[in-house]
């Protein structure tokens, strides 16, 4: 049972523009998520989280909107630059019980130049 | 400072046989996590020690799989006898917290091919 979808497997962006990833969670008891960046032969790395007392939080270029009535969550980042282009991962935990932490099966950006 | 630390990066073995991987966290971390990501798929829990103590493994195969953390410092995960289903990434994390509050640090994985 999948709890985080990441329905588009896959998104080509151009440089200087907005990449937008979402995210979707079944659980309502999900209140911590976070997205990760995963580049080829690498392991995950820690990208931007939000709690869901938060509706935004923003990091440079890398901005998290939640939406918990949708429970949707997404990514944008602007502008793209080809560097950005990876897997990106959304997960997400219910705190409140010390759950552990379930992920998405990602989405593939690219950042064409 | 250091990452996590993994070991073997890659591993083909034939099905029926066994395999060891290990991991070094990040000094400090008491949290420790073992996931196992298929291709195309994201990780799924295995295993999260919180010091050598087993906080959760409700999705460990445990006719097959075990793992311990010793001193509550490096872990390995062994899988034995291996099926053709083991085939997937092992990634190894750790985090300073045992709440699920945080970030974790991923290691780079030991890539498995059972043939």
């Known amino acids: 049972d999948q709890q985080v979808k990441q329905n588009s497997p896959s998104l080509s962006v151009q440089e200087g523009r907005i990449s937008i990833l979402n995210c979707d969670y079944t659980?309502?008891?999900?209140?911590?998520f976070l997205w990760y960046k995963k580049y080829p032969a690498e392991g995950p790395t820690f990208l931007i989280s939000i709690s869901s007392i938060k509706d935004k939080n923003e990091d440079g270029r890398f901005t998290v909107f939640l939406n918990k009535s949708a429970k949707h969550l997404s990514l944008h980042i602007v502008p793209s630059q080809p560097g950005d282009s990876a897997v990106y991962f959304c997960a997400a935990s219910a705190q409140r019980t010390g759950n552990q932490f379930y992920f998405g099966t990602g989405t593939s950006l690219t950042v064409i130049p | 400072e250091a990452g996590v630390a993994q070991s073997p990066r890659y591993k083909i073995i034939e099905k029926r046989q066994s395999v060891a991987f290990w991991c070094n966290p990040i000094s400090g971390h008491a949290t420790l996590y073992w996931y196992q990501q298929i291709l195309g798929q994201g990780p799924k829990l295995l295993i999260q020690?919180?010091?050598?103590?087993?906080?959760?493994d409700s999705q460990l195969p445990k006719d097959r799989f075990s793992a311990e953390r010793l001193k509550g410092v490096d872990s390995t995960l062994k899988i034995q006898p291996a099926k053709l289903e083991d085939s997937a990434v092992y990634l190894c994390a750790s985090s300073l917290s045992r709440g699920n509050t945080g970030e974790l640090f991923f290691g780079e994985g030991s890539r498995l091919t059972v043939l």
């Open positions: 020690f919180q010091n050598n103590g087993v906080v959760d």
């Open positions: 659980n309502s008891m999900f209140d911590y």
